[in-house]
Every structure is written in C-alpha cells, then in structure tokens.
C-alpha cells in the first residue's frame, strides 16, 4: 500500500486482499493462499479449497474507526484459521444446529453466475423465497463461525429441503424471546444482535404480535437489524425511512427495501405517490437495485461470452432530477439488438435509424409486449427481448406519433 493511502486510511481491494494474505501467515496459515481480484476473494489450498470472500471484511474495516480496523481482519482471520468441524452427514446429527438466514435473493443469483462461469458442473442454490427481493437460505451454525452446508451435505442428508427449514425455523424460534426496543409509538427496532436480527422476518407470527396501526412494514437493512412499523403510521414510516437511509452504507447489508405482511406471505412495500415519504422509499429502491444491476452486469457479459451467446446486457441506469430531487430508473430498448432487459420505471424505445422514439413506463410495456418479454432466471430480475414491437405495439405504447 502507498504512503497516501496508508495515511488516510482507505486501502483499495488489492491492498486489502494483501493485508488479509499477510495476516493469515502470521496466524499460522501454511497452505498456498491466492487472490482472485475477480471475484475479490482468496482461495486457501487451491481450487477446491477453502474460499474466503473479502467483501464484507473489506466494507467493515473501511467503516470501522481507525483504533478498531486492526481488529477486524484478526477476526476475519482468526475465524479463518480455527479448526471447524466437519457439517454431520446425517439430518439427525446436523439438526440441531440448524437455522435459516435471510439474505436478498440477489445472493443467490449472483453467486449461481460466478461459479457457472468457472465450472462446468450444475449449481443449486438451496434457499425459499420470503419476498420478490429477499429469500431464506440454511447456514450450519457454531458459536464462533456460520457455514452454509455444500450441495454434497444436502444429498447425503436426503431430506427434503422443505422439511430441514422447517426445523431450522423452529430452532430460531426456540433463540427468539421477543427482543424489540419501542424507539417511539409503533415503531420497534430489534435488539438480539446475534447475527440473526434480520432472519427473524422468516417468523411473520413473531412479528404479527407487534401493535402497529395498519398493516406491518418491516425492512432489513442489515443482518443485525429488523425494524417494523405500521403502514398508517406516517410518522413510523417517515422514521424507517431515515433509519434505513443511515444504514446504506453499513457492514453486512441485506435490503433497504421495505416489505408488507400480507397474511402470512411479505411483499415488496412502496407508499403510495401521495404519500409523503414516497420520495425517500422511491430513492431507497433505485439506488439499491443500481447497485445490485452493476454487480449482475459484467457477470452476466461473461456468463454469455462463455455460452457463445451474442446478447447485448442493458444497463441499469439510475437518475435524479435536479428540480424535485425525484430518483427514477431507465433502460433502453433498441431496435435489431438482442438484450437482457433490467426491470427499470420506464423503457426508452430507440431505433437506429430514426433515433429515440419515446419512452414508456415498464408496467406499461409489460401489459403490451409480455408475450415477447420471458423472463430470465436471474436476480435481480432480466427479461429477454429478442423481437421490436411492431408499429401496431407501438402505437399501443403511446408512440403512434413517431412509430407511423
């Protein structure tokens, strides 16, 4: 690391991966350590070795303040290190150990890519989903580290993975004595702080007990946070949404998209455009699936070039506008340019002769060229349009006007 960045503090990701290298050799680690700057992880004892993935550490020790980042990476490190035990080969054995984790679903899918793209060999992803942008997965878990059992675990078990969840869930139940701090009337934030704060969601019945004035929102903007307030309460919610706006930048993120508990299944939740915070959970939304689309991007490029497969990958693009502060989200569509399409607030039509021809909002889009719009199996989520609307769509989409 220079002497500039080393004066101010902020290492870049190859720094840190150093940081991290030298670190395990002074622990005691001896096998061969890489670093993938790609994927910005080490593998320890080679390709089918131990895989240590630095975001989170990396995001940590950047927030941490100055005295507390040398300990940070020794506890990365020393959790690297120990000894963990082998996951049991049993269900009876393993079971007890059990919990779920909620995670954004994106986890999952951007996870899937990075080893498609390095393998031959198929990839489950083993997890349910909670709400169109969140799922629960299994973790195995010890009092020092937290392991997601491999695919090899789930066949040797030869349970069905309905069945493991549901006794992953009854041993978070089991840890869940209501822990919830009032911060003012009908707004509770979590206090167990045990990594699992967030997962807690995946117990609707524990969060139904909350008194809150309309229907739950809840949100969780990080592992060790779930907040919940009411739907009618717009002081709650105006408070939710300057919580979560402090936490985007936190270690650990899971989502700042708020979700409603409808029965007993959690949707995506937005204000309705009248409502006086619909601004702030609007900005929330975009600028978190920004982010998650710039990490699909360049995945999903090289997942097509390994296929062999020519499709053009559409950006994400997110914008606020300067006289009202209002963020919203475009994608562009072309004519004659297959592309995997971002689920975006409004589509741009462009023709290569004739330029841009207008732009229409997605729901809109949907309701007209659905038939010509499958969707990919991708989170967060690409639809594959390979066919331009006709003149009659285009008409339909409100662009008669240039299309004729």
């Known amino acids: 690391m220079g002497f500039f960045k080393r004066l101010m503090g902020k290492p870049d990701q190859d720094d840190f991966a150093k940081m991290m290298m030298d670190a395990l050799r002074r622990a005691g680690e001896t ?22 993935w630095l975001g989170n550490a990396f995001h940590e020790y950047n927030t941490a303040p100055r005295e507390n980042r040398n300990a940070v990476i020794n506890r990365y490190v020393g959790v690297q290190v120990q000894e963990l035990p082998d996951i049991p080969t049993t269900f009876a054995a393993a079971k007890t150990n059990l919990l779920p984790r909620v995670r954004d679903r994106a986890y999952y899918s951007l996870n899937k890519l990075r080893f498609s793209i390095k393998k031959e060999d198929a990839f489950d992803c083993y997890f ?14 010890l009092p020092n580290s937290i392991m997601e059992p491999p695919q090899e675990t789930y066949a040797a078990w030869n349970t069905p993975f309905e069945e493991v969840m549901e006794a992953a869930r009854d041993n978070l139940w089991n840890i869940s004595p209501a822990r919830f701090e009032q911060v003012i009337p009908g707004v509770y934030v979590s206090q167990w702080h045990d990594n699992y704060d967030a997962t807690r969601l995946y117990l609707h019945d524990l969060v139904w007990h909350l008194e809150v004035r309309g229907d739950h929102v809840a949100a969780v903007p990080n592992r060790d946070t779930l907040i919940v307030t ?26 700042n998209i708020p979700v409603i508990l409808q029965g007993k299944t959690w949707v995506t939740y937005e204000p309705p455009q009248s409502h006086p915070v619909f ?19 360049p995945l999903l490029e090289a997942w097509l070039q390994k296929k062999g497969e020519e499709m053009f990958v559409a950006k994400f693009n ?21 592309t995997l399409l971002p689920k975006a607030d409004e589509v741009i039509f462009v023709d290569p002769d004739r330029g841009v021809l207008g732009k229409v909002p997605f729901e809109r889009v949907l309701a007209v060229m659905h038939n010509q719009m499958p969707i990919e199996p991708f989170a967060p989520v690409r639809y594959r349009v390979e066919t331009f609307p006709t003149p009659a769509q ?9 299309a004729s």
């Not at 997110?318 to 297959?338: I, L, N, Q, R």
């Open 230 to 255: 009411g739907s009618e309460n717009d002081e709650g919610l105006l408070l939710l949404s300057l919580m979560l706006e402090k936490m985007e930048e936190d270690p650990r993120p899971i989502s």
């Open 394 to 402: 285009l008409n339909e989409l409100g662009l008669n006007q240039i």
């Open 128 to 141: 349910l989903p909670l709400a169109d942008h969140l799922a629960v997965g299994l973790v195995y878990d």
């Open 31 to 52: 096998r061969s350590i890489e670093y993938d700057p790609d994927d910005f992880k080490l593998r320890i004892n080679g390709e089918n070795g131990q895989q240590l």
């Open 318 to 338: 997110a914008m606020k506008k300067k006289d009202t502060g209002e963020f919203f989200s475009y994608a562009t569509w072309t004519d004659g340019v297959p």
């Open 279 to 297: 601004q702030q959970f609007r900005g929330l939304r975009v600028r978190e699936e920004n982010k998650l689309y710039n990490e699909q991007k």
